[in-house]
C-alpha cells in the first residue's frame, strides 16, 4: 500500500529505566478516533489518499514516542493497519482473491485493500469472523492450491524504516506463517480435503523476502505472532510449526526472533514444540489468561533464551496488582534469568481503551481502580524497573491504595443481588412447553406468511440523528424535544417499513448510541467513559461499559419506546433487547468474582425488561446474543463449562413468557456450526444468524443432518459492505436454504443490523430481499 512521506523527525530518545519491556501492539484509532474519522472520509470520496496516509503517519508518530517516553525497550511497529492485521498479511503475501481483479507485480493500493475488506459495486467483500475470542474481527484469507504468492505489500519494511528515521529502532510485527495459514479457509471451488497448511512452502520464500529486507534496513529483532498456537492442536500442525522455523532459520540468522503467543495458557505439546524451534531467541505468553503457562515455564525453559512474560492484562481495563505481577516475575528470574527476562503485556493493547486521562468526568475513586493502554505502558515500565532495582515507591504506593479502595468500596456489593443470582443455580429455567407447540400458538396470534421478512433491529444513524442524541445528552435541547425527535424518527422508520411490506418490524432503536451501552447506563453496577473506545473493525469502534459492581435493573428500559412504535402500526414490533452474555462480553468485566456469577446477574435484569415489555402488549421480544460464540473458551476442555452457564442465563431472561409471546434471538460473525447443539438448547423461538458473508458456512451443519425445529433466519445479504444484492442473487441464496430448512421454519432477514448503513443503500437492499421472499412463496405455493 502507499506509504506517507511526510512524518518529521525528531531527536532520538533516552531509554528510561531498565531495558526489560515490551509491548505486544497498540491500539490504531488515536485517543479521538482519528483514523475512524478519516477512513469513512476517504471511503466518502471527500479526502485524497495522500489525506489519510498524513493521518495514519501522524498517528504511527505519535504512538512511537509516546512508548519511548514510557521507557518501553522494545516497541513494536507493523501494528498499525488500515483495517486489519491479517488482511494486511494477505496484502503482503499477494494473496488476492481472483474476483478483485488484481493482475500481480507491484504493490497492492488501497483500491484493491479495501475492496477486500468491504467488498465494492460489483463483488462481495471477504468473509470476516472474530479474532480469537475478541471483538474485534479479522478479514480471512481465502486460499487455494492454485494461488500464487508473491511480496505485495512492503509495509512492514516502510513502517520500520519510517520510525527509524524518527529515531525509533522497533520490532516490526507479522503474523506468523502457521498462524496465517491456519486462520484461513479454503477458497469457493477448493475441496475440503485440501489442507491449507500444504500452502507453508509456497508462503515462506514471501516472508524469507520480508526478512531480508528489514535485516537490510537494519532491524535487529523480528516478532512473530503465532496465537494459535494456545489452541488445541494435532502433532500435524504443531510439525508444521517446527517446519516453517526451520525453513526459515539461515534467513533470520542475526536477528533476534520472538514467537509471540497470547489469549490463553499454552498446551503442553505446543510448549514443547515453540520452546524447541529452530533460529528462536524469545518465547511470549499470556500469564493472565493463561496463569497455568507459569507451571510449564517452572518446570522447563529453554537455557539462553528471552521469556517475554505478559503480566499486565491486554484485554481489560483494571490496573494491574503491580506487587502479585512483581512476585510472578521473581520466580521467573530464578527460572529464565535475570538478564533474560522481559516484562510485557499479555497481548496486544488493541483490545483495551487508548487513554484514561481523557476520561475527565470519571469520578476520582473509580477512575484511580483502571489503566488504559497509555496507563498499561507504565505499569509495564514500573515492573521492569523494579526488576533492575529502581523501584518508583510513589508508583507502587499509589497502585496499592486504588486496589485496597476498590476491595473496600461499598458500591460494589449488593447483597440482594447476590443472594437472587445464587439462587438461580437450583432450576435451569426452561419453558414449560417445547418449541414445536409454541410456535404454533404464536402462527395462531401473528398470523405470518410463509417466510416471514425482518431485520435484525436498527436501522441507520444518520448525522441528524447522532446530532440530537449527543445535544440531549449536553442538556442543549429539553426532554420533549429529545422524544419529539425520536418519535419522529421511528414513524419514518416503521412507514418505510410498511411501505416494504416487511412482516415483522422493528423500531429502528434512533435513541440508542450501542447495543451494550445503552443498557448499561440503565442497569446499577456499570460506569461510562466518554473516549474509551475500541476497535471492533475497519474503521468500526465500541466503547465498551465497565462493569464494576453487582448488577440490577432499577426501572423499566425499553418499554416506552417499544410501546410507542407498536401504537405507530398494526404489524408486530419487536422489543429489542441485548442478552445477558453478550452485554457481558462486550463490557470490560469485573475481575473479582467469576464471570458467570455477573452473566447471572444480567440475566435477572433482562428477565425483569422482558417481563414488563410482555405485560406492555409486545408479542416478539428479540435478545440478541451476538457474542455467545466469542466468548467460547479457546481451549476444547473449557468449553462445556462456559456454554452450560451462558445458554443457562439466555433462558432466564425469557422462561416465564407465555405460549404466545416470540423469542427471538440473534447472532453474528464468528462460527456456529461447532456449538450449534447448545444454540438449540437456548430453546428460542426463532434465532436469526449471520450466513451470507462466511458464503452460507452455516448452512452446511443443516446438510450434514442437524434438526432444527425453531424458526430460523440465516441472513440473505451482508450489511457490512455498501454493496446492494439483487432480488436474483438473495432468491438463489433463499433456494439454497429452502434447500435444507423447513419451510415452515425459516425466515428471510439480513445478516445483521443496519446502523452502520445509509439509507441509499438500506432502501434498495430490503426491496430486493422482500421482493425476493415474494417470489419465493409464489413458486412454493405453485409446487
Known sequence: MPRSETATAWEPFEWVGAMTSHIVGYPRMGPKRELKFALESFWD????????????????????????????????????????????????????????????????????????????????????????????????????????????????????????????????????????????????????????????????????????????????????????????LDSKKLCAFTHAYKELESSVSGLNVLIETYFADIPVEAYKTVTALKGVTAIGFDLVRGSKTLDLIRNGFPSGKYLFAGVVDGRNIWANDLDASLSTLQALEGTVG?????????????????????????????????????????????????????????????????????????RVTNEAVQKAAAALKSSDHRRATNVS?????????????????????????????????????????????????????IEEVVKLQEELDIDVLVHGEPERNDMVEY????????TFTVKGWVQSYGSRCVKPPIIYGDVSRPKAMTVFWSTLAQSMTKRPMKGMLTGPVTILNWSFVRDDQPRSETCYQIALAIKNEVQ???????????????????????????????????????????????????????????????????????????????????????????????????????????????????????????????????????????????KTRKYSEVKPALTNMVRAAKTTRMLLANC
Open 519 to 526: 443498557f448499561g447506563e440503565q442497569l446499577s453496577g456499570f
Open 437 to 489: 407447540a409454541r410456535l404454533e400458538s404464536q402462527q395462531r396470534k401473528l398470523n405470518l406468511p410463509v417466510l416471514p421478512t425482518t431485520t435484525i433491529g436498527s436501522f441507520p444513524q444518520t448525522p441528524g440523528l447522532r446530532k440530537v442524541r449527543r445535544e440531549y445528552k449536553a442538556n442543549i435541547i429539553s426532554e420533549e424535544e429529545y422524544v419529539k425527535a425520536i418519535k419522529k424518527e
Open 45 to 232: 470520496g471527500k479526502t485524497s489518499a495522500e489525506e489519510l496516509q498524513k493521518v495514519a503517519s501522524d498517528l504511527r508518530l505519535s504512538i512511537w514516542k509516546q512508548m519511548a517516553d514510557a521507557g518501553i525497550k522494545y516497541i513494536p511497529s507493523n501494528t498499525f493497519s488500515y483495517y486489519d492485521q491479517v488482511l494486511d498479511t494477505t496484502a503482503m503475501l499477494g494473496a488476492v482473491p481472483s474476483r478483485y481483479g488484481w493482475s500481480g507485480g507491484g504493490e497492492i493500493g488501497f483500491d484493491i485493500y479495501f475492496s477486500m475488506a468491504r467488498g465494492n459495486a460489483s463483488v462481495p467483500a471477504m468473509e470476516m469472523t472474530k479474532w480469537f475470542d475478541t471483538n474485534y474481527h479479522y478479514i480471512v484469507p481465502e486460499l487455494g492450491p492454485d494461488v500464487e504468492f508473491s511480496y505485495a505489500s512492503h509495509k512492514a519494511v516502510q513502517e520500520y524504516k519510517e520510525a527509524k528515521a524518527l529515531g525509533v529502532d522497533t520490532v516490526p510485527v507479522l503474523v506468523g506463517p502457521v498462524s496465517y495459514l491456519l486462520l484461513s479457509k479454503p477458497a469457493k471451488g477448493v475441496g475440503k480435503s485440501f489442507s491449507l497448511l500444504a500452502l507453508v512452502d509456497k508462503i515462506l520464500p514471501v516472508y524469507k523476502e520480508v526478512v531480508a529486507e528489514l535485516k537490510a534496513a537494519g532491524a535487529s529483532w523480528i516478532q512473530f505472532d503465532e496465537p494459535t498456537l494456545v489452541m488445541d
Open 338 to 410: 535475570k538478564d533474560k527476562l522481559v516484562v510485557s503485556t499479555s497481548c496486544s493493547l488493541l483490545h483495551t481503551a487508548v487513554d484514561l486521562v481523557n476520561e475527565t468526568k470519571l469520578d476520582k475513586e473509580l477512575k484511580s481502580w483502571l489503566a488504559f493502554a497509555a496507563q498499561k505502558l507504565l505499569e509495564v515500565n514500573a515492573l521492569a524497573k523494579t526488576l533492575s532495582g529502581l523501584k518508583d515507591e510513589a508508583f507502587f504506593s499509589a497502585n496499592a491504595a486504588a486496589l485496597a479502595s476498590r476491595r473496600s468500596s461499598p
Open 612 to 754: 414488563d415489555l410482555e405485560k406492555a402488549g409486545i408479542n416478539v421480544i428479540q435478545i440478541d446474543e451476538a457474542a455467545l460464540r466469542e466468548g467460547l473458551p479457546l481451549r476444547k476442555s473449557e468449553q462445556a463449562f462456559y456454554l452450560d452457564w451462558a445458554v443457562h442465563s439466555f433462558r432466564i431472561t425469557n422462561c416465564e413468557v407465555q405460549d404466545t409471546t416470540q423469542i427471538h434471538t440473534h447472532m453474528c460473525y464468528s462460527n456456529f456450526n461447532d456449538i450449534i447443539h447448545s444454540i438449540i438448547d437456548m430453546d428460542a423461538d426463532v434465532i436469526t444468524i449471520e450466513n451470507s458473508r462466511s458464503d452460507e458456512k452455516l448452512l452446511s451443519v443443516f446438510r450434514e443432518g442437524v434438526k432444527y425445529g425453531a424458526g430460523i433466519g440465516p441472513g440473505v445479504y451482508d450489511i457490512h459492505s455498501p454493496r446492494i444484492p439483487s432480488s436474483l442473487e438473495i432468491c438463489e441464496r433463499i433456494n439454497k436454504m429452502v434447500s435444507v430448512l423447513e419451510t415452515n421454519v425459516l425466515w428471510i432477514n439480513p445478516d445483521c443490523g443496519l
